[in-house]
């Protein structure tokens, strides 16, 4: 069976990157021996440039012999590697220009709770330095964050500065048809300068974390950033709801990389408690990847499912998140320390240069 | 940092097909100033010549700029993309040839229950006027829908007509190894133009919704179409499965693009029901990637994983399907409309020219 | 709408690989007939030369046709495919060079159990002839299996023999914050040539399936190798623990591509057990993609997520891990025979040249 059945694509980049964009590790006999493996195993490392210029001995022909590793070059390239993953976690959090999912507070008017949003093109530094072509909801990647009450009436002002149409859909969130924001079939699409107007009542039953978010040329639009939490507060919560912090976590992987909350690490943003304190975390996934995520140092209790009560709670600590869904869980912080928290598919949040990405920490302070 | 670790290939592929296959939206200057804020990151736009393209000012030389967008020509470009979205909604339900998933009605032989299936190679129209090349049974794909009780004694009677050998492996079905269908392990393949008997007592105490499919060059052959769904109804069913429709949804991603029972958007078929209904959805997957099925205006509650009762209904929205499980929901119709029913894989479901794919509605009709 | 809207990557690379690689099955009408399909509907095939090859009328130029298939070419090619499976099949289970997860007996030192373990870069035999390079813990992958007990101290003496830094992650054991491997949050890395120690005591009420492995350029060293499992037995097993065998089933897709404990079909080991026997399966997930892993013939019932306890056992037969997860199923072995056990994304478990990858056998003997 030839080595490429065994190797995804995924792992093929990975070894590519290695090799190709680390000259120091060129010294390492590692990166060497891999490279003549993969080619005795049958890959044609011609179609490599990289890989063949890693390996010690070209298979080809007679380039020079890569220099031999000493003790001084092993090491000279490991701290070299480090100082890079070092200098990642020095600077977290780091300053960006830009929030997301800011508490949005609401006019009331005649008793209806009412949020302007518009929808224009920014530039969003998602990591710091990293300025990208976004779309956004009020200028933030997530949009503001949304909270009402169950049998609130709600009002929602979309202006469209985009330069192509939109409409927005609260997802998980039961309303009448003709508020379900999907062009053509619920309404018509809100073309570019023009405005629509969302109206009802936020559902009695039906509370939890909830999503907004374009339903118009959406894999772009929502990969851009039109997305946003919609949270409807219960009329009586229940006794695991009393907590600390109520944290939302929105992980999207679209134009501008692996995110949480619009941000890669170290721009992202920890999460914080009092050694004792219970919190709560709201994850949203907007992306189109799964993201399962993996706290240190303390397990989650997962309570709700999309905002649906689970029947029973249950106890885990890497939970996947599918594109759309909504998992609630709760985090008795009992574990004093900086813990790591990201998502497990360790290609979201390493390379060799360091962490960045679907990563951020709890912070649990005495 | 460098840009494309952050950027991830699916988003990279996604500007560019923004930016590559849409003339119209080279007017936009969002496009444009997308490409350049990609371009101030470090991306090399030389190497993707659509990006270079749609600049509004080529970084590299003196290419002529393109025209400024104006408030006429954003219009111009929101009304061309809005008319293909509307184009595809409107044409939905869409009539194609072919039609997958069939009830079939055995013929019965001393008390046996009897199905002859055959595997051909057929030209399937997945989407309007998108013939493809498929491999399928009785014509059909998804093949034809067998629905048996516990207890009773089956036979399929498997004829292949296809240029290469095949087998069938009823997924789920806790059966008599010489009847589960992989070759070499539990039979010889059944070689073109050569037949197999399978025959079994469907075992009682394993009801529910389950599948037939190839277990022989599986990935191409189930990628093609020979799959199907194979449904135990228990002998005494659940007050809970007392349902106005009882609805089979099979997800595939193979070489026939992304299918519901076979079709892609807008050849998928609607899902119906009256005001009250309580209708009862049985997810299947087939493919090779998960899909998370969102259903708008209504939530759904999950009775059984595999066949087997959960220990308790749980409520959701947006239910995870993963390859070769399968999920049942009962949905209670209380919202009237055209609710929109799709992957929440976004680029399974839409893309600038419109939705495709893993897209369907659920009509709730007073 | 464009044929490469609805056919994702994968399926292309398919299509592609099923008329490049296997030369006999170009005298199969098929394959012609499914590349005609394919440019006739717009796919160029001028751009994917195999293609074009494979079509029995090239649509570019003057090409020769391809003979007609015959009866006998047809079973010919058939053969000649069955053959590769048979083979792949009748290897199973192929001896290679290295056995990973095997029970590791600690020393006890003043009543501490301790564990030492290197980790140093070697060739891995992960399938027949197939030597991968690997980064090891005391030379397997995976790494050898550490079972301890609640309130058991545990130490381990980790040394680095790599040519990069490192350092171990205790996967789901909520321990004291420096002794949770994350370099420059809890701990320095430990560089080529160094050690460090872990020491701690394996905390009540924490106990199950959990796992360790580096926490430093991770997506690379754990994708090479640096993984094992880490269970932490109770002190008062339930009773649904009273299993007669209790078996690792470690999941990997990194460099060494699709791999169960290490190895790839036909190299991977088979699980056994007599009719009658309850047996326990700990999956764990080491790698980057989801794994549903399909057992034939008998259900499972899953009681444990990352070692707790589900608040209700449940049962399938298709289980979805997710990398990071831990999933713990008892299995009551009550039917005879030799059962496929595999990953049901089929690309991960089959090709047209037979079965690879993440492929086992779970053997019920009477």
Chains 1, 2, 3 share one sequence.
Request: with cysteine; aromatic share 6%.
């Amino acid at each position: 069976m030839p080595i490429e059945t065994l190797l995804p694509d995924a792992a093929v980049d990975l070894v590519r990157r290695v090799t190709s964009r680390r000259a120091f590790l060129r010294t390492a006999s590692f990166t060497a021996a891999g490279a003549a493996a993969l080619v005795a195993c049958g890959k044609d490392a011609s179609a490599t440039p990289e890989l063949a210029a890693a390996a010690t001995v070209d298979p080809k022909a007679g380039a020079p012999p890569a220099p031999a590793a000493t003790p001084a070059s092993i090491r000279a390239a490991a701290d070299a590697m480090d100082a890079m993953h070092e200098k990642g976690i020095k600077a977290f959090p780091a300053k960006t220009a830009g929030l997301g999912n800011q508490l949005m507070a609401p006019k009331i008017v005649n008793g209806v709770k009412v949020y302007d949003l518009t929808a224009s093109e920014i530039q969003w530094e998602v990591s710091p330095g990293q300025m990208v072509a976004a779309m956004a909801y009020n200028g933030q990647v997530p949009g503001p964050q949304i909270r009402v009450r169950e049998g609130d009436r709600v009002r929602i002002n979309l202006k469209n500065e985009l330069k192509q149409s939109t409409a927005i859909h609260m997802h998980g969130v039961e309303l009448p048809n003709d508020m379900d924001g999907v062009p053509y079939i619920t309404q018509p699409p809100v073309k570019p300068g023009e405005s629509f107007t969302y109206e009802f009542t936020a559902p009695v039953g039906n509370s939890g974390s909830h999503m907004y978010h374009s339903h118009h040329n959406s894999a772009t639009q929502v990969g851009l950033g039109l997305l946003g939490a919609f949270i409807i507060e219960p009329k009586v919560p229940r006794a695991i709801e009393n907590v600390a912090h109520d944290y939302v976590l929105i992980l999207n992987d679209g134009m501008h990389g692996f995110t949480i909350n619009g941000k890669g690490f170290p721009a992202t943003q920890p999460f914080t408690a009092k050694l004792g304190d219970k919190i709560r975390v709201r994850y949203m996934n907007e992306g189109m990847m799964i993201h399962p995520m993996h706290l240190h140092g303390m397990h989650m209790t997962v309570i709700d499912k999309d905002g649906w009560a689970q029947p029973q709670p249950w106890k885990c600590d890497t939970l996947n998140i599918a594109p759309g869904e909504r998992w609630d869980v709760i985090i008795n912080c009992n574990n004093p320390g900086t813990w790591a928290f990201h998502c497990h598919i360790l290609g979201h949040a390493e390379t060799e240069h360091g962490m960045f990405g679907m990563v951020t920490a709890l912070v649990v302070s005495k």
